[in-house]
């Protein structure tokens, strides 16, 4: 079963914009990573956040993880044409067997 | 981090017949991960490939069905057999990154299409 949920599941924002997309999960993690995907072609990894971080920055990124609520967040700021894309959280569990389980994603739709 | 070529980057084939879909990464790896993506939907994973062992599946996914080899740390295939119009979906290979936490990269994906 989906580990992941994302929401909204679409969102539309102007260009210049922050973008802010959500994910909560169900079980203990061992880290959460976010990944974007371009028109249904390959996904690039974007961040990855620990179990014991709270926040990250990677360029125009923030990443925030709360585990107590089992949630995070991924915040794009000044938002270009080349964000639009779709936009999965994917957490790895505690007991460490590699695999990563996807949520459903984001739709992100940056307008001119 | 790890560059990863799938071939065919696309195929349409018709119902009943097989297609295999190859993943070659530039660095060897212990764990390559097939994953299904179905229109509009998010990854599926449906199996680990580890090099001199069985393929390990998940719930829902068999090994007649999806066949997969791992002939050496650089190399994998996934066979989609006797397709239906339900196996239309792209199908991505991954590979773990070398540091501790369970950081992948991902192949650009095979489009499938079944008529």
């Known amino acids: 079963s989906q580990q992941g949920e994302e929401d909204p599941q679409a969102l539309s924002i102007q260009e210049g914009e922050n973008a802010t997309m959500n994910c909560s999960y169900k079980?203990?993690?061992?880290?959460l990573q976010w990944y974007r995907q371009n028109s249904g072609r390959g996904l690039v990894h974007l961040i990855l956040?620990?179990?014991?971080?709270r926040e990250k920055h990677s360029g125009r990124l923030r990443v925030t993880l709360d585990t107590s609520k089992k949630s995070s967040s991924l915040l794009i700021t000044a938002s270009r044409a080349a964000d639009t894309a779709s936009y999965f959280c994917?957490?790895?569990?505690?007991?460490?067997?590699?695999?990563?389980?996807f949520g459903k994603g984001t739709r992100l739709h940056i307008l001119p | 981090s790890a560059v990863i070529s799938q071939k065919p980057s696309r195929d349409i084939c018709q119902r009943g017949t097989s297609l295999t879909i190859q993943c070659q990464v530039d660095?060897?790896?212990?764990?390559m991960f097939w994953y299904r993506q179905q229109p509009g939907q998010s990854l599926t994973l449906i199996a680990t490939?580890?090099?001199?062992?069985?393929?390990?599946?998940e719930s829902g996914f068999v090994i007649d069905k999806f066949p997969i080899s791992r002939p050496n740390l650089t190399f994998s295939t996934l066979t989609v057999s006797n397709m239906s119009p339900e196996d239309s979906s792209i199908y991505l290979c991954?590979?773990?990154?070398?540091?501790?936490?369970?950081?992948?990269?991902f192949g650009p994906g095979t489009r499938l299409t079944v008529l």
């Open positions: 490939a580890n090099q001199g062992s069985e393929a390990t599946y």
């Open positions: 660095s060897q790896v212990t764990m």
């Open positions: 079980t203990s993690i061992n880290n």
């Open positions: 994917a957490t790895a569990s505690l007991n460490r067997d590699d695999k990563i389980i």
């Open positions: 991954s590979v773990e990154g070398q540091g501790f936490y369970n950081e992948q990269f």
């Open positions: 956040i620990r179990s014991n971080e």
